[in-house]
């Protein structure tokens, strides 16, 4: 069983930063991306930042230049640096990792709220 586990949210005013983590356990198998989405009220779920095993690097337009992803392969951990933040920034994040040989599947956490708001 692989768990995945976000922690880091909270409540920020506009222009501050929360740093969100999530850590993967429970599986021999290759991580081959780690990717953050969130879900605000009402709203479907979007991709906010991936990473692969390469470390290459994806951003949602809205997010570019104010959010970093960054990765701990030895920790199984995958961080979202965000900087700048809106209100426009507040919903559930969630971590999704996709593993690869044997199991190739992908596992979401619980999610972490951020609420950005003065």
């Known amino acids: 069983q692989v768990h995945v586990v976000e922690s880091g949210g909270g409540l920020v005013q506009p222009g501050g930063s929360l740093r969100l983590s999530c850590a993967a356990s429970?599986?021999?198998?290759?991580?081959?991306?780690m990717t953050w989405y969130r879900q605000a009220p009402g709203k479907q779920r979007e991709l906010v930042a991936g990473i692969t095993g390469g470390d290459t690097t994806n951003y949602a337009d809205s997010v570019k230049g104010r959010f970093t992803i960054s990765r701990d392969n030895a920790k199984l951990t995958v961080y979202l640096q965000m900087n700048n933040l809106r209100p426009e920034d507040t919903a559930v994040y969630y971590c999704?990792?996709?593993?690869?040989?044997?199991?190739?599947?992908?596992?979401w956490g619980q999610g972490t709220q951020v609420a950005v708001s003065s």
């Open positions: 999704k990792v996709d593993l690869g040989w044997p199991t190739w599947a992908g596992y």
């Open positions: 429970g599986s021999s198998a290759s991580i081959t991306a």
